[in-house]
């Protein structure tokens, strides 16, 4: 390995380890019962549903459909393997079909 | 260790099962493309093991042309991975009152994928670090591992896309949103969360979208919360 990869690969694995670490480090400065504290407990389903939607639509229509069945299917089993599956199998026979 | 400690660790490992199969299948699509960028198995291997975040590992194989532009690698990284910082502000609670020697290296397996279960965990007040470690190593030896076996395997793994698995990823997140589900008061911030995220997609370039759906859905939600009171 030579040393301009050595450099690029520690470089973005330090970048990488220090936005993990610090967000733990500035949420501690963040006051209780503050705004920023409820935007914080609202971020995972926003965040969650900021990575599905566009990707779901990037799949056209089967994309959509197979990302709805899966949450209806978790939402009735409340089983994440059974979710994914049924999602991902959906999507597998919409794309065999057409 | 106690009893408690380990078997979080151990639930965390088996709920994230499915991830970790598809961790591996993610990862060996990586280590093809790596070595069609001309990295060395070495190089792979250590930047999976390293680094472990696919998205700045796949836009750094873009960028994989001697000699190096490392501070494009750099900022290209700093930008796609500038989410943990907001999604390791919403695990505070978990690592409150834990000694630095071992919370700062059980951050080192923070992925999307443990975070989104870990969050999961948290709503139901299981949560817990233990928990986030025992899916977060999970998650970082399927990606490794794969990476290696992608590498030496190379073309045998092209089926994958026809397969749907290109679309697992997109699943297991839509299986995880639907547990944050808060009844109607959910519907507004969801909705502008969605419209922003998609608007930022398909008309600015880069990695912003998941942020700013992210931060304007949230904005709603507190908007919502204050009118209530």
Redesign the interface.
Known sequence: ?NI??T???????L???L??????W???R?PPNS?TE??????????????????????GVS?VA??LT??L???RT?S??L???S???F??LL?AWT | MKNTTYSSMILGAWQSLPIFILGIIDATVFGFLARRASLSFSESVLMSGFVASGTAQFLALNAWVKPLPIAILLTGTLLVNLRYLVLGATLRPLFAGMPKRLSLPALFFFYDENWALTSREMRKGTGSAAFFFGSGAAIYLSWVAGTAAGYILGDQFRWIGNWGLDFAFVVIFAAILADHWNGRQSVEPWAVAAIVACAFRHWITGEWYVLAGALAGSITAIRGAFKQK
């Open positions: 390995m301009d990869s450099a690029a690969i520690a470089g973005m694995a970048v990488t380890y936005l993990r670490a610090g967000g733990v500035l949420a501690k963040v705004r409820l935007l914080l407990q609202n971020l995972p389903a926003c965040v969650l549903i900021s990575i599905v939607a566009p990707a779901a639509l990037q799949h994309g197979a990302t899966t949450i299917v978790m939402a409340r994440l393997l979710a994914t599956l999602g991902i199998l999507i597998f794309r």
